[in-house]
């Protein structure tokens, strides 16, 4: 049976239109656009209630702690979270224990995901073996086996010749690499960014400039190797001159940002708030504006939730020594529709941002609402507001920098390839 989702409002991030109509679903795909009344056709209608109907989001970053630490995240509480958030493909990251350095490692991460995620689920792998920085993994097998890219995740690959040999053979492959940019010595120890409130609050910080220095030096190597290249994260205004001197220049380079730092900035940190600590730490208010306005003009590419579940053990530390990171599946659109409530963004342009961009990114055929497109799609209410608990959350871990908030946006549907896919346990 054919599906009809009518009476919604359709936000299109291709042709960052929205307009009221219908979206017709056959086979797992998108059959039709309809704007205005659908008339009569025959099929299994869902009244959206004058909702937001969007693509489903691809995230691109997100840590399911398979193998090695799957009392954080699972691939079945992932996949959960991830339907209760509109997120339709999840992109995962190598960081795992061991490492998803080998082909037999993402054939198991696959075997798992397959079986337990009711969302489409993409593996990256890592860049070097271990992510050790001192010898790459074999790419050719890792493509074969379904890698999707190849990134060492917020290790920085620190030798030089290392990391160019492996852009070098990442482009004979056209395999697309993901780095996180980063002078490492500048941020080791770490713990916010340096300014006034790093020194009031007795906090080591980074300089932004460490972000600016390691992209600098990933660009170089660019132009070098010609390899297709995605800056994980951008999260400063010092970084966005050399990203649109390198997009300007012809380089194949895209950034992202995640979710927190395009919605909290350093004070949120106030009296050391663990579940605030992020990597690469939250950043000055002038430096969210701008990487706001960023996203806005499509300098940078795409928002993803940089989801990394921790325990409570790993959290509930002194600020120093905390870990790192924070949950973000189920918050990643009400905290990104903030940027729409502020006015700083459209919702096509947001999700150019969140489905759009990452999917054209990874040779994707989904993140559209046109006909012949997967029927991988999100439906919404962007002025639902809702006081969150992390204790409801699906996912494993609760550490989320948004416990307690009042957030707008409320998922009322998911549908992955024409199936309404539900979070239940």
């Known amino acids: 049976m054919k599906t009809l989702i009518e009476n919604a409002r359709l936000i299109d991030p291709e042709a960052g239109t929205e307009t ?29 209630g004058g909702a937001c109907l969007a693509p489903g989001i691809v995230d691109i970053g997100v840590k399911v702690s398979e193998p090695g630490e799957r009392h954080k995240e699972s691939f079945a509480s992932a996949g959960r979270a991830a339907v209760a958030g509109g997120v339709t493909t999840i992109v995962t990251r190598p960081d795992t224990v061991p490492a998803i350095d080998t082909p037999e490692t993402l054939e198991f991460v696959e075997r798992r995901a397959s079986a337990d995620a009711p969302v489409n689920v993409l ?11 001192k010898e790459m993994t074999e790419i050719g097998f890792l493509l074969d086996a379904g890698a999707v890219a190849f990134s060492d995740a917020d290790r920085v690959v ?11 053979y990442a482009r004979s492959l056209d395999a697309l690499v993901i780095a996180h940019v980063q ?33 600098d030096r990933d660009i170089a190597l660019l132009e070098m190797t010609g390899a297709a290249y995605h800056a994980d994260q951008i999260t400063t205004s010092r970084a966005l001159p050399a990203l649109e001197r390198a997009k300007r220049n012809g380089l194949n380079i895209t950034a992202g940002v995640g979710v927190h730092h395009l919605t909290l900035n350093e ?16 950043r000055a208010e002038e430096d969210r504006l701008a990487v706001v306005e960023a996203v806005g003009s499509g300098l940078i590419d795409i ?38 409530h502020a006015g700083a963004l459209s919702l096509p342009q947001l999700f150019r941002a969140l489905s759009l ?6 040779g994707l055929d989904c993140g559209r609402l046109t006909k012949g497109a997967p029927a991988d799609l999100v439906l919404f209410d962007p002025d639902a507001s809702l006081k969150l608990d992390r204790f409801k959350l699906l996912s494993k871990s609760k550490n989320t920098p948004f416990d307690g908030a009042i957030l707008q946006g409320k998922v009322l549907g998911t549908w992955v390839g024409g199936q309404k896919v539900t979070a239940d346990a």
């Open 123 to 133: 593996p990256m792998a890592a860049l070097t073996k271990g992510r050790e920085g």
């Open 158 to 168: 620190t030798d030089t010749k290392v990391f160019s040999r492996a852009l070098t």
């Open 357 to 362: 961009n990452p999917a054209r990114r990874l």
């Open 20 to 48: 009221p109509g219908a979206v017709l679903i056959d086979k797992g795909r998108i059959a039709d656009v309809i704007t205005g009344d659908p008339g009569g056709i025959d099929a299994d209608r869902v009244d959206a």
């Open 267 to 282: 004070l949120d940190v106030a009296d050391y708030r663990s579940f605030f600590k992020l990597k690469p730490p939250l």
């Open 183 to 215: 002078e490492p010595r500048l941020s080791e120890g770490a713990a916010v960014t340096s300014g006034k409130f790093a020194s009031l609050r007795g906090l080591p910080g980074v300089s932004p400039m460490a972000e600016r220095m390691g992209l």
């Open 303 to 340: 928002i993803s939730s940089m989801h990394t579940p921790q325990d409570e053990e790993s959290k509930r530390l002194p600020y120093e020594e905390a870990a790192s990171g924070a949950v973000a599946l189920e918050t990643l659109l009400p905290a990104a529709l903030r940027l729409v």
